[in-house]
């Protein structure tokens, strides 16, 4: 059938208005689209500025934040709550908690963003961080009043902020106060939830009790509580600080029985639970566990092993002694590098080996070791590991009889890092570098007395108070300072001329103080007649620069005695 459809004659009237109407709503002009860009105000991206901000936060570039914030404010105006916490997060992150405070005080202030449960949870972290509780429990109670600005909710995510900062400190008895008077919070059916519990355990551990973890765990499986996972990898690392590898090897079984009969594959063992496991079976030294780990680790190939797990297994088979195994390991680390630049391995596995290296006396190994640590590394090399790596090169050489060479490297340590600590294994192995130089080639520059014999009195060596210059306590620093350009030490006397105490030019720190308000106590006193031995001893074990004479009070130069 033919459907005939008739239209009104006023519909078919063409109007040449009309049809440039038309194009004009169609394909709008480019001015008027500028116009109307111009005249709408520009909507701020803020999410983009958020992931800014979280970008920086894990490169810790506090003070890049904060100058990209001040520009942001200056474009947008007034920023949102979420880009503010994001500041505050990462203010807490670097621990810096009183620009956390001030950040929350300008977001707490009329006009700005305003708070959130959020911004309460992030605060409180960070003052539980830095171990200042008085404040934390403070804000907790404004905001349990219902005092506190923005009108948080008290709830379970801000108390576990505190607690989990607490345990990590191990302060344990605030943090059982903190569950005493908040726990009602972090309930589950009736009992503590198992993350309380897993926190719990973490403390214990943290404050050097890890029995009390063990009974935690007994007390949850009286409360029919299941612990998962974590709660696992808690107790495997308790049973490892207190030498019971048994009762971890226990907890392993339980777990993989539990994954496989109950077909619980969250709580089959993970990477965190085998490296614990390596850590305390290294310790140990039980190179047979160890290598039983590593190939069930290997053989799993459901486990992701990341850097982190590489590093403990090569540890653990340094430390058992099995130094073939471990090379194999790092070999193969370094060619899985070489696809993933997330496995590159850190400055402390380079190190590791060369500790081991350096004892067997290998120089060539711990050279190459040394150079490559620079090229292969992943991250910066902080200066303590830096100074660490000079010194067993040093000790390498010295292992390997080459003299010349560990004089060399010492002579470099001394001009980079401007000393050598003698407690450091560095510091023995240049003690031994010193007896085989001699006295006449020392590094050190050793005071000697020639000719002298330490049982004769300490008179007969003694230099006359006068030629030290003493100066009186009631001097201004500023009249003085030039003293101390070539003097590390000054004796100060009184107005009577009696030696009233000693000012080292490190304390030195007010120009328009007396110099009696710097100085130290005086140094001890000797009689005429105590033997010279005596009083070297005296300085080298309380590290006196000087000794008095009571009869005159008059000090003894430490001439020819090491100082410090």
Known sequence: MLWIV???SRHLVWNPSDSMNVFSCSLPS?????????DSPRSPNLKRLTSRVVRLTRRKQLHQIFEEIEIAKRRYGKLNTIVMNAVLEACVHCGDIDLALSTFNEMSKPGNCGLDNVSYGTLLKGLGEARKIDEAFLLLE?????TAIGSPTLSAPLIYGVLNALTEAGDMRRANGLIARYGFLLHEGGNLSISVYNLLMKGYISSGVPQAALALYNEMLNLELKPDKLTYNTLISACGKINKLDAAMYFFEEMKERAGKYNQED???DVVTYTTLLKGFGILKDVRLVHKIVLEMKSCHDLLID????TAMIDALVNCGSINGALSLFGELLKLSGWNLDLRPKPHLYLTFMRFFSSRGDY?????????????SSGSISPGFQEEADHLLMEAALHDNQIDVATEKLSTIIKRWKGISWSSRGGSVALRIEALLGLTKSFFSPCIFPRVNPGAP?????????????????????????RFFDKSVVPIIDDWGRCIGLLHREDCSELEAPLWTMMRSPP??????????????LILRKRFRSTCRPHYLQPINNVGCPTN
């Open 307 to 310: 850097r982190t797990a590489y």
């Open 524 to 537: 001890p006193g000797v009689t005429t007649t105590t033997s010279i031995g005596h009083v070297v001893n």
């Open 142 to 146: 404004s905001v349990e009043e219902g």
């Open 30 to 38: 480019r001015t008027a689209d500028a116009r109307r860009r111009i």
């Open 458 to 482: 300490i008179e007969s060596v003694m230099m006359p108070f006068k030629a030290v210059q003493p100066l009186n306590g009631s001097l201004q620093l500023k009249e003085v300072v030039m």
């Open 267 to 269: 709580i089959f063992p």
């Open 364 to 376: 060539r190994m711990v050279k190459c070791l040394h150079r490559r640590m620079w090229l292969d």
């Open 6 to 8: 008739s239209f009104s």
